[in-house]
């Protein structure tokens, strides 16, 4: 995708990826040509639903796709590298924890029972920074110092199952900064944990993307969580990114149905007493070929070619794109749903 | 291009991303009709997502795929079918006659696998081949009257120590004695008690064996008490057993079935033990833990080896089959193989 | 009963719920809570992780045991033990809607089972025939196909998954359903489809909902009535607007500070209130649960209700 409006370089760059798993016997395609660009110190938000293969996207960037999937074609272009082609697990070694990091939704399954919670951050010291004995130790004690966690000394030596949800995942997140990643990728981090304590965790994440310069990306399904920490969102659907741009053009002015449908189902903008406004049925099968836009079937909106050719991506600024035919110049011009009005008439008033 | 073309051309362009020139100008190309809106089929929206997922389609496949679980299974259905029909096959000697040479009257004792006795003698001049067939029968009888009795009572007993939660206290308390006495001794003692037959061997062995399998089930029941499926039949009022028979057995099918086939060779296993031990059946119905007994007696000489090692191959083949066999089946029926 | 012109269908008092563990004291995990919830509304229990909101519902339902309370559902008791015949009225009349899709169905049954059972147990219909055609009724009230009811539950998605379990409570015909968290589990485009569903079918059948949920968003659509959770005690109660236009409590206002909104703006300009439970002293003076502004109560003691008070 073109960067004019952007400054700032860019450090991972997607290319095409088409990536398929092997399942009972028949193929399935889990991204069908996802193209991205990541730029340095920006936090990108990937939005969908289960399926729509936001974390099968970002698995691919650490090598960690199950073992009956493989990237079929495309590129991940990652600091001269093609991080597609890697076939060995040294090859991997290299860039897991070390220059690409990975934070998980359940912090219990995430770390490891048996150890103490300081002999799994310099583990990882350790291992890619050669840290050892004492050294180590008081790294530890610094890192777990900045990711908020109090009394670093008689934490070290306590075991996972002592910590509280917020707190483990607090270590989580500690065990993936200690090397200074370039890139952090959160997936749904705060889903398993309570409101209040999202929130903070979500301020600890940002305040260390600052302190570190990382470039971090999200994976979630909460708009809210979107909302609060992301520059870019990418939406993803049955595979594929339908539209991107900067949170305030993909929340205030959305394009593709989709995005609409996915921003007016939500109940903060639901009026008490009438129905949300839903989507119909459910995403398509990824195991057969999908013909023109995936969203069509459910899409009450959709136009003739949207059943029978897969849009391009259109403009809308040059830091928005959708991937949809209504904003083909020929499309019929279709009204997106009240809540969408609603927030466009709203900001436009406030920037006046 | 004419100039109206051109300006859409470029109107579209500017608008376009990623496209190379061909693809734009395809697509520039488009009727405006190919814009208006199309019908919206509110079913074909509801139907999308199925999946054609079957359980026993999946077990089959995925047992099918492993081509030695294959061969055991042909192997030892072909091994077991035999030996039900050897003695009805031509030619078969008798396994308790004492055969000896017409003419001279001496008794064929300790004869090598020939023509006549395949399998050769033991010392006593009974044939080996049909003494091995009828032991395997004796043996697997046994085995399959020991798995049905524990996997009936063990299932059972299970259950209601899983499910009741007022009984488990009681139950845990008798597992707990049981588990305390060894088992040999047990099995000695009763042995001793009831006179070595066919009857005291399975009962010995299902008295023991009932509690491992009843210990199992209640572990598994445990796991799957609490689930929500099970809360949301207990809200609809059905009745605990219909809850366990058909919520949760189904779920346990594969241990189950693991269970019940290592149960056979363990039988087997016992029963050679206990004929070791001397508390094994009476020398007069052969059986696979008889005959390697007797073996066992002649194994020094080499020139009697044989005596051991018919039945000892016997017990292997079928002991490695049987756990070959449970494990293969169990792995095939867990639905957490199933994804591949 | 009726509490002025509303019809009280459930009528909870001073509950108390523990949880034994083995040689330890008992888990308190509900004490004290008291409410009602009126015929043809949406009451609302919000809380976070732990803090007993589900076990009121299973409480309720009789999954779980209450060591102390009452729970009166249209005047008659329904805790602890009840003759055979409630035992009955209860199966029948309140029926809960569970969280998690993919676990609340058994696997191994077809949906036409699944959705019957509560009439093979209650022997609710007159023959086959009629059963048949309850379960395709049950089926296309929640938007499903008839047909589904050959079909098993891994073919069906997250969403129609759900819509099965509202096909088996509703086919029971009850008057209350607990709804413990219907639509946490399901991916966000298809929560308001759940969510339309139980609006239209409160609508059609009067029903009345107990919803459950720790996500404020959610409640304050559906809810009427809210209530408030913390470790086991109710904080606050008051009607949905009420509530968010006048939160006394601390941890009520610490929740509704936190909630995340699909604004960028409004998001980046969030403060989020952090709840201390220490900032109570509860030594000398004792809280207790008031009603402070007619249909608003609040939990406190003497000091701070003179702070609520004067708050609004």
């Known amino acids: 995708m073109s960067d004019s409006g952007r400054t700032s370089e860019t450090i991972l760059r997607v290319e095409d990826l088409v990536v398929k798993f092997g399942l009972r016997g028949q193929v399935l395609t889990a991204l069908r040509g996802v193209s991205l660009d990541l730029r340095e110190g920006e936090s990108l938000a990937i939005v969908g639903e289960s399926g729509a293969g936001k974390s099968v996207f970002t698995k691919c960037f650490l090598g960690m796709l199950d073992a009956n999937g493989w990237v079929d074609s495309g590129s991940i272009m990652f600091e001269g590298q093609d991080l597609a082609k890697f076939t060995t697990e040294k090859e991997w070694l290299r860039i897991r924890g070390k220059k690409i990091a990975m934070v998980f939704q359940d912090p219990m399954t995430s770390l490891n029972p048996l150890r103490t919670v300081g002999s799994q951050i310099s583990e990882v010291l350790g291992l890619h920074e050669g840290l050892r004995g004492d050294d180590a130790k008081s790294r530890t004690y610094e890192i777990l110092d900045q990711v908020g966690i109090n009394d670093p000394e008689m934490r070290y030596r306590q075991y996972p199952h002592e910590f509280s949800g917020g707190m483990r995942q607090r270590v989580v997140i500690a065990i993936a900064v200690a090397c200074n990643p370039k890139i952090l990728i959160c997936d749904e981090p705060t889903t398993a944990l309570d409101v209040t304590i999202q929130a903070q965790i979500l301020d600890l994440v940002k305040r260390l993307q600052e302190q570190l310069g990382l470039t971090i990306i999200y994976i979630t399904h909460d708009l809210g969580v979107v909302a609060n920490v992301a520059d870019t969102v990418a939406v993803m659907y049955a595979g594929d990114v339908v539209e991107y741009g900067s949170a305030e053009e993909v929340f205030y002015d959305p394009r593709h149905p989709y995005t609409w449908a996915l921003l007016s189902s939500l109940p903060q903008l639901g009026i008490k007493g009438q129905p949300l406004y839903s989507i119909r049925g459910t995403p398509p099968s990824l195991f057969a070929d999908i013909k023109g836009d995936a969203f069509a079937p459910r899409n009450p909106n959709a136009l003739a070619i949207d059943l029978m050719e897969r849009p391009p991506y259109y403009k809308v600024t040059p830091t928005h794109y959708a991937r949809t035919w209504l904003l083909d110049p020929r499309a019929t011009p279709i009204e997106p749903p009240e809540a969408i009005k609603a927030m466009r008439a709203k900001y436009k008033r406030d920037a006046q | 291009m004419g100039s109206s073309r051109q300006d859409k051309f470029q109107q579209l362009s500017d608008g376009f991303l990623a496209l190379s020139e061909e693809e734009a100008e395809r697509v520039s190309s488009y009727s405006d009709e190919l814009f208006r809106p199309a019908e919206f089929d509110t079913e074909a929206a509801e139907k999308a997502g199925y999946s054609n997922y079957s359980y026993w389609g999946s077990t089959l496949r995925l047992f099918l795929s492993n081509k030695v679980s294959v061969f055991l299974l042909v192997f030892l259905a072909a091994l077991l079918v035999f030996t039900f029909v050897q003695p009805y096959l031509p030619n078969q000697l008798h396994p308790n006659t004492i055969y000896q040479d017409p003419e001279t009257g001496i008794h064929y004792r300790n004869v090598k696998p020939n023509a006549k006795f395949w399998f050769g003698t033991n010392n006593i001049g009974q044939d080996l081949w049909s003494r091995i067939w009828s032991g395997t029968r004796t043996s697997l009888f046994i085995g399959l009257c020991v798995a049905l009795v524990t996997n009936v009572v063990g299932i059972t007993l299970g259950s209601i120590w899983g499910y009741a939660r007022k009984w488990d206290k009681l139950f845990t308390e008798i597992y707990n004695l049981f588990d305390n006495i060894p088992y040999t001794v047990l099995r000695m003692l009763i042995t001793f008690i009831m006179r070595p037959s066919l009857f005291t061997m399975i009962f010995v062995m299902c008295l023991t064996g009932w509690i491992r399998m009843a210990k199992y089930i209640r572990n598994q029941i445990l796991i799957y008490r609490d689930r929500e499926y099970n809360l949301a039949s207990r809200c609809l009022g059905t009745p605990a057993l219909r809850i366990v028979v058909k919520n949760i057995m189904p779920q346990l099918v594969s241990v189950i079935m693991l269970q019940t086939a290592l149960c056979i060779p363990d039988a087997i296993g016992s029963e050679v033990f206990l004929t070791y031990i001397g508390l094994g059946l009476p020398v007069s119905i052969p059986s696979l833990g008889n005959l390697i007994n007797e073996g066992r007696l002649v194994m020094l000489v080499p020139a009697q080896r044989y005596q051991l090692f018919f039945p000892v191959i016997v017990v292997s083949i079928i002991t490695v089959s049987f756990y070959a066999l449970g494990n293969a089946f169990a792995d095939a029926s867990d639905p957490r193989n199933h994804r591949r | ?312």
């Open chain 3, 1 to 312: 009963m009726t509490n002025g012109a509303r019809e009280v269908l459930l009528d909870v008092k001073d509950l108390r719920v523990e949880f034994k563990i083995r040689g330890r004291h008992p888990f308190v995990a509900v004490k004290d809570v008291s409410f009602e919830v009126y015929k043809g509304e949406t009451f609302g229990l919000v809380g976070e992780t732990g803090s007993g909101k589900t076990t009121i519902g299973r409480a309720i339902i009789r999954i779980n045991e209450t060591a102390d309370g009452v729970i009166r559902f249209r005047g008659e008791k329904i805790n602890g033990e009840i003759p055979k015949e409630r035992d009955r009225m209860v199966t029948q009349k309140i029926q809960m809607i569970f969280q998690d899709p993919m676990a609340s169905l058994n696997e191994r049954a077809k949906v036409d089972y699944i959705v019957s059972e509560g009439l093979y147990n209650t022997k609710n219909y007159k023959d086959e025939a009629d059963r048949v055609a309850k379960v395709e009724k049950a089926l296309l009230e929640v938007g499903l196909l008839p047909e589904f009811a050959s079909r098993f539950p891994h073919e069906f998605s997250g969403g129609q998954r759900q819509r099965i379990g509202v096909a088996r409570a509703l086919i029971m015909e009850p008057e209350f359903i607990i709804a413990d968290e219907p639509i946490s589990s399901l991916d966000v485009s298809i929560r308001a489809q759940v969510l339309n569903l139980m609006s239209s079918l409160q609508k059609d059948k009067g029903l009345t909902y107990m919803f459950i949920s720790h996500d404020l968003s959610v409640v304050r659509f559906i809810a009427d009535r809210v209530a408030v959770i913390h470790r086991g005690e109710i904080v606050e109660l008051a009607e949905t607007e009420e509530l968010f236009k006048y939160p006394l409590h601390p941890y009520t206002r610490s929740l509704l500070s936190a909630i995340p909104t699909p604004d960028p703006r409004v998001e980046r300009e969030k403060r989020v209130m952090v709840y201390d439970p220490r900032s109570h002293d509860y030594s000398q003076d004792k809280p207790r649960f008031v009603e402070i502004r007619k249909g608003h109560f609040v939990m406190g003691n003497t000091a701070e209700l003179t702070q609520y008070e004067a708050m609004m």
